[in-house]
């Protein structure tokens, strides 16, 4: 019996009992009075569990401020010492979320993921010193918008936006059904229905100025009918039109991108020369366009004409601004 089962044994026990004497936990778990001693240690002051120590009944007992509550205090998934180092992502996502929607939540759950990385090889200090995470292309994030939006995703009701218009640099008010949150390249996106357009649109929170609850119920899109219209554009950008671009990539830059996924649906191959061949879908061009100009002068668009056409342009305005 390994510790983490050894720790939900000792749980199981108190539980089910009313008071449980040394000797029991020491034949239940076949160990040392030494060992049980650091095991109860450990589950008190790195798992917060209510354990108390019994001197008439001369035995121990789960403590609970409910006594009709018999649930579990320990975490319900547990991972190996090396699966535990992953704990550190969602470690960073809670401390950058801020004072907002989860925030009475935010400390508990950090104190219990910190017990989580101490119960590995290493100690929770060596591991934030080694391992970081930066996040190169995050936004500065709205906390009250954003506890508005979730509020109003959650509750199923409308909203009232002023939205800021990165392309023509213009506010405009909307009123939306948010249908879901998507955290997606380090920064939030909602997806709703735009009663304004008609149809599905998606908005980046940094972007939304002011955002007021409406009391009238959201429009309520089907799942099915929500997931079919994303899964077929590009990146944050969807629609019901697709067309698919085909990327002829170097086969040096091939030792990359051949091990990235681009797009669910996406297809590739190596063709005879070693060059990369990748077909991704998208509805509109924009963030696609972006994707490839970032690999210069080691991709080709092969079809659709269209997209060639806007590589094309976008890269003589590009050396247009260097030409002397």
């Known amino acids: ?154 509750q199923r009701k409308q909203l009232r936006i002023t939205h800021f218009n990165r392309q023509n640099g213009q506010e405009n008010t909307r009123i939306i059904s948010p249908q879901q949150l998507l955290f997606y390249r380090d920064n939030w996106y909602v997806d709703a229905w735009c009663h304004l357009r008609e149809g599905i649109r998606s908005f980046s929170i940094d972007a939304i100025r002011h955002a007021e609850l409406i009391a009238a119920p959201a429009i309520e899109l089907p799942q099915p009918e929500l997931q079919n219209y994303f899964k077929k554009g590009y990146g944050i950008f969807s629609g019901t039109k697709v067309a698919w671009a085909k990327l002829r990539f170097t086969p040096e830059r091939a030792r990359w991108v051949s091990t990235e996924q681009w797009h669910p649906e996406q297809k590739s191959r190596f063709d005879k020369e070693g060059y990369y061949c990748l077909e991704v879908p998208y509805s509109d061009d924009r963030e696609l366009l972006m994707d490839i100009l970032k690999h210069g002068t080691e991709v080709e668009v092969i079809t659709p004409k269209a997209l060639r056409g806007s590589v094309s342009k976008l890269l003589e305005s590009a050396l247009a601004q260097y030409k002397t």
């Open 1 to 154: 019996m390994n510790r983490t089962e050894r720790f939900y044994k000792i749980e199981q026990l108190l539980i089910s009992r009313r008071i449980v004497p040394i000797s029991i936990f020491l034949e239940v778990l076949g160990i040392s009075l030494a060992t049980f001693k650091r095991d109860l240690e450990y589950l008190r002051n790195r798992m917060n569990m209510p354990i108390e120590w019994d001197r008439d009944a001369r035995g121990y007992r789960y403590v609970s401020t409910n006594p009709n509550d018999r649930s579990s205090t320990l975490p319900g998934l547990w991972f190996t010492a090396s699966e535990v180092h992953a704990l550190l992502t969602m470690q960073h996502l809670l401390a950058n979320l801020g004072n907002g929607l989860l925030s009475s939540h935010i400390a508990p759950l950090q104190t219990r993921l910190k017990a989580l990385l101490g119960s590995a090889d290493h100690s929770v200090e060596e591991i934030e010193m080694r391992i970081k995470l930066e996040h190169a292309t995050r936004r500065t994030l709205p906390l009250q918008c954003f506890e508005t939006i979730a509020t109003a995703t959650l």
